[in-house]
């Protein structure tokens, strides 16, 4: 998905300039000091001195709510218009829109070959008065649902022929991967400056995060005609800061709109005649998901693949949004999700350097593929984050504060937040700790080889992780990891980690630090995060040869590596047919512990049938089977193939 960013100019401009601009209302510009750590200047937005952008500007001190209802008010004050071709349309559109009121920002996004462009008005006024001009198309069947998803038809040549005086100037925003993020980070001074250039280009984009928004709203006004008091709330990475680029919107419905808070007294005697409740809460609240299901599905403008997953301890609807590009989790009843993403939002707003180390340790886990996007065995990126939050905790000055503290100073009315029995009430005022942070100065450096360092060492067998006492408590079950949901106190968010995922993040861990203590070893090119991800699968092909005579070698690290085993097994398997192997007699881990480089002479050529004995001792002695000489029966790691084997041998 292509994104650009349109802002108001007083000069006529009929054509799109092609410059890149990182915006985003809150981003904090970052300069380093000596000392490796940034100095926070805290701006508005990067815009053309013609205009203001945005006129909200981020505190330290402001609260969850706050971003929400401004959030809100922004995406209900906008409208998303499809359009043949933006260079042509821009000004038609801006025309148009203009006659209902300001047009005060204009972004530009590509989606599946559709080109659309999103208009924000100055009030939700002039957005709503738009929609009420629009029609639909008699020309063909459809649902007449209203939505701010809207298109351009074509118009006669003299319509436009009077052009606004107010024509937007474009300036394109790349919201993919940035194609020198590799350089970046290369060029960095430390890896202190290389986290935060990896926080700062992977972060979800400005129209990343209103296209999500807006979303939000869309499902907020189609199902209100049923529930005028509902409210659709998002929660997960989206809100809680650590967003990246694209990443899947969850939302949760609240009916009466309290979110958690006491309701306000009633003064008037009438009371709405409404029918009962069954008296089953889960049957209530999967039935109403069913009915919601089928009003995206029916009638609701760009939700597609609509599933219902109403068997789950949480009942949801997934959908994907056709007009926006996001997957969507829709679900019902417990508001416990968005007021953990509150907790990890304050977190960030406590200290600066808790959103780049959380990007740092999220990426070691994609990279070392610790962490997948489909739910399963291995360790999820929430799981992670509350890991991170621990164990800042427990630096000495503490850098976050423990749950229970905040529990302590928590204000009367103003931060108490109950939902389905479950007590969310906290401070949510994050400047009482902002000046606690201070008094630790730990580089993000020293803070991601620490961590790195708990995971190796943390006693996982007797041990749990809990944010809200801050402390090793003893597990509370059998699971291999044990870490306390702070909120739902009874549940264990790492209950899906099963022995052999927990084994491999320590191993990760372990196999980390070792890289970043010898950066000696690597390249000009590769250090520091680079190093991280084995090279990105490059340093397992290590050339030192010319290319008439390319002899690849194996590292015995690589041998018991986070790949997968039928991954490794092809992999030695093509190298060993082809008798082009190095075998390295020492491990990274004892290299790790000796403290010291590994020589020139613990590494060997050898080639055919030497090379294929060497290969076939070194197997057997970390699997404990017997190999047979051929090539085809080499893959014995993987845990399918030996049970196969050992049939065989039986027989």
């Known amino acids: 998905m292509r994104y650009s960013f349109v802002h108001t100019s007083h000069h006529v401009r009929p054509y799109l300039h092609k410059v890149k601009l990182k915006f985003d209302v809150f981003r904090h510009v970052r300069t380093f000091s000596t000392a490796d750590k940034p100095t926070v200047v805290e701006e508005s937005t990067k815009t053309h001195p013609s205009t203001n952008v945005c006129t909200f500007s981020l505190d330290k001190r402001q609260c969850f709510d706050d971003m929400v209802e401004f959030r809100k008010k922004q995406a209900r004050s906008s409208v998303v218009v499809q359009v043949g071709n933006p260079l042509k349309s821009a000004a038609l559109v801006n025309q148009v829109c203009s006659r209902h009121g300001n047009v005060s920002n204009l972004f530009h996004y590509t989606h599946k070959d559709k080109e659309l462009l999103l208009l924000e008005f100055d009030s939700e006024l002039s957005a709503v008065n738009l929609l009420a001009s629009c029609s639909h198309n008699n020309n063909v069947k459809v649902i007449p649902a209203a939505s701010p998803f809207l298109w351009l038809k074509a118009m006669p040549s003299e319509s436009s ?6 024509f937007p100037l474009i300036m394109n925003e790349d919201n993919l991967a940035n194609d020198n993020l590799e350089e970046l980070l290369s060029n960095a001074k430390s890896i202190s400056e290389q986290m935060i250039i990896l926080e700062d280009q992977t972060r979800l984009s400005e129209i990343g995060h209103r296209l999500r928004w807006i979303t939000c709203v869309q499902i907020e006004r189609m199902l209100s005609g049923l ?30 709109g309290h979110c958690g808070t006491e309701p306000l007294e009633v003064k008037s005697p009438l009371i709405f005649q409404a029918k009962a409740a069954i008296n089953n809460p889960r049957l209530q609240t999967q039935r109403h998901i069913e009915v919601f299901a089928d009003i995206l599905q029916n009638f609701t403008t760009g939700c597609t693949q609509v599933q219902r997953i109403l068997q789950a301890r949480v009942p949801i609807v997934k959908f994907y949004h056709e007009f926006t590009g996001v997957d969507c989790d829709l679900s019902m009843g417990s508001l416990t999700g968005v007021f953990m993403s509150e907790l990890l939002y304050l977190y960030d707003k406590i200290d600066w350097r808790f959103r780049p180390l959380v990007t740092a340790v999220r990426h070691w886990g994609a990279w070392a593929r610790l962490t997948d996007m489909v739910p399963g065995p291995r360790i999820t990126n929430f ?136 950066q000696e070893d690597q390249g000009p090119a590769n250090w520091g995060l680079l190093a991280l991800p084995r090279a990105e699968r490059v340093r397992r092909l290590n050339p030192k ?31 060993v047919s082809k008798g082009d192997v190095f075998l390295q007699t020492r491990s990274p881990f004892t290299a790790a512990h000796s403290q010291t480089k590994p020589s020139a002479t613990e590494t060997r050529p050898a080639s055919g049938l030497n090379t294929l004995n060497g290969f076939i001792k070194q197997v057997q002695l970390n699997t404990g089977l017997a190999v047979n000489k051929s090539p085809k029966n080499l893959p014995l790691k993987s845990e399918k193939n030996r049970k196969p084997i050992e049939k065989q041998k039986r027989k």
């Open 161 to 166: 022929a009077s052009m606004s005086a107010r």
């Open 227 to 256: 529930f005028p008091s509902l409210q659709v709330l998002p929660f997960g990475s989206f809100v809680n800061g650590c967003g990246r680029n694209g990443c899947d919107l969850d939302m949760a419905v609240s009916l009466d």
């Open 383 to 518: 799981t992670l984050t509350l890991m991170v939050v621990f164990f800042l905790q427990r630096r000495s000055p503490a850098i976050l504060p423990t749950l229970s503290e905040m529990i302590k100073l928590a204000r009367p009315q103003v931060d108490t937040r109950q939902t389905n029995d479950v007590d969310c009430t906290f401070l949510r005022d994050p400047a009482m700790f902002q000046e606690r942070g201070k008094l630790n100065q730990e580089s993000l450096e020293d803070l991601f080889v620490e961590f790195l360092r708990f995971i190796e060492s943390f006693d996982f067998n007797e041990r749990s992780v809990s944010i809200i006492t801050g402390t090793a408590l003893r597990k509370f079950d059998s699971k291999p990891l044990y870490v306390q949901n702070p909120l739902e106190r009874e549940l264990n968010v790492g209950r899906n980690v099963n022995l052999k995922e927990l084994t491999r993040v320590v191993m990760e861990a372990r196999n980390a630090l070792y890289i970043l203590e010898t």
């Open 545 to 575: 040869s010319s290319h008439h005579n390319h002899v690849p070698q194996i590292d015995m690290k690589d041998l018991f590596s986070t790949d997968t085993d039928d991954e490794i097994d092809d992999f030695i398997e093509a190298k």
